[in-house]
C-alpha cells in the first residue's frame, strides 16, 4: 500500500488517508493525475490562468519533493512518474525544492 507522504502520521492519529482506499499504486496514480488535469481545467478559466497554472504545478513538485518521498522507495517511484507526466514547472520545483532541502542539510551539519 502507498501512503502518500504525509499520510503515515494520518494512519497513525486514527484519521482518514483517502491513498489507501485505491487497489494498486497505477490505479493511485491515474486518480492522482486525473485530479492534476481537472485542477488545470480549473485554473484555465481564471484571470491569469498561467499564474494560477504555475501555483499548481509548482505547489506538486514541492510537495513531492518532500524528504519523506526519498525514504520511501515505492513513493518515490511514484513520484517521479508524477513529475515526469506534469511538466517542465513540476520538475523545476520538484528539483529546486531537492537541492534546498540537501543545502539545508548540509548547513545543519556544518553549523
Not at 497513525?12 to 491513498?19: A, H, M, R
Not at 513538485?61 to 513540476?90: C, T
Amino acid at each position: 500500500m502507498i501512503i502518500f507522504i504525509d499520510q503515515e502520521e494520518d494512519l497513525l492519529e486514527g484519521d482518514l488517508n483517502f491513498c489507501e482506499y485505491y487497489q494498486s499504486e497505477e490505479e493511485l496514480f491515474t486518480r492522482l493525475l486525473h485530479f492534476l488535469q481537472e485542477a488545470d481545467k480549473r485554473t484555465d478559466k481564471l484571470p491569469d490562468r498561467h499564474f494560477h497554472k504555475l501555483i499548481n504545478r509548482g505547489l506538486l513538485g514541492v510537495y513531492l519533493s518532500d524528504e519523506k518521498v526519498w525514504n520511501n522507495p515505492s513513493l518515490r517511484k511514484l513520484a517521479f512518474k508524477m513529475i515526469r507526466s506534469s511538466g517542465l514547472v513540476s520538475m523545476f520545483f520538484y528539483a529546486n525544492g531537492v537541492m534546498y532541502r540537501n543545502v539545508r542539510r548540509t548547513f545543519k551539519k556544518v553549523g
